[in-house]
């Protein structure tokens, strides 16, 4: 039975997880939960993935396998502003969502095949959002494609805002709490240090990390 799950969830998940630890019983528990969000994905979104309890989706483009954590939001005003790919992953208590606000002509989410988000993470896309393929990303990772203007003859909610948008390329690995600012490139095969704050373009193959960001070393 533990062969037969274990094949099951690399041919359907990719992925080579080791159960022999666990008790038949408590496989069965875990069979029976994903069978759950299974069901709960087919009936929120009319494709094949896992949806985990008191998350909502709305106006979300998937193409291919996903697997969304539990008490997240995935949302967007409009229909095709929101496009993932396949192996899309979002950890429990996340929020990615185009804009809260008003929709821009740059507003969208945008993001490539076996890229995904860990938990209690708030991701905009308010000024245009685009992430590559295989991304991973630590916890609590904030992204904000959109920037209060500083105008001292007005008060700050009343002076608008940027929307440069955010790119960041294939093959980055994101540490924890690291907040990514409008108008930031990260180029592909890099890795942002935890804590970091990314405000600016940083070339492909580099290790970035501080506040405010910069280079650290090239891999």
Known sequence: MKNLIEKCVLIF??????????????????????????????????????????????????????????????????????????????????????????????????IGDDTGFSEFSYINGAGGLIIGNNVICGQYLSIHPENHIINSEVLFRFSGVTHKGIKIGNNVWIGSKVTILDGSVIGDNCVIAAGAVVNGSFEKGVIIGGVPAKILKKI
């Open 13 to 110: 998940f990719k992925r080579k997880i080791d159960f022999s630890g666990y008790s038949n019983y408590t496989l069965l528990i875990i069979i029976f939960s994903k069978l759950i969000n299974l069901i709960r994905a087919f009936l929120l979104t009319s494709k094949f993935g896992l949806i985990g309890k008191s998350s909502k989706v709305s106006n979300v483009k998937f193409n291919g396998s996903f697997n969304i954590g539990t008490n997240v939001k995935l949302f967007s005003p409009k229909a095709n502003l929101f496009i993932v790919g396949k192996g899309f992953s979002v950890g429990s208590f996340t929020v990615v969502e185009v804009t809260k606000n008003r929709v821009t002509n740059n507003s969208k989410i945008i």
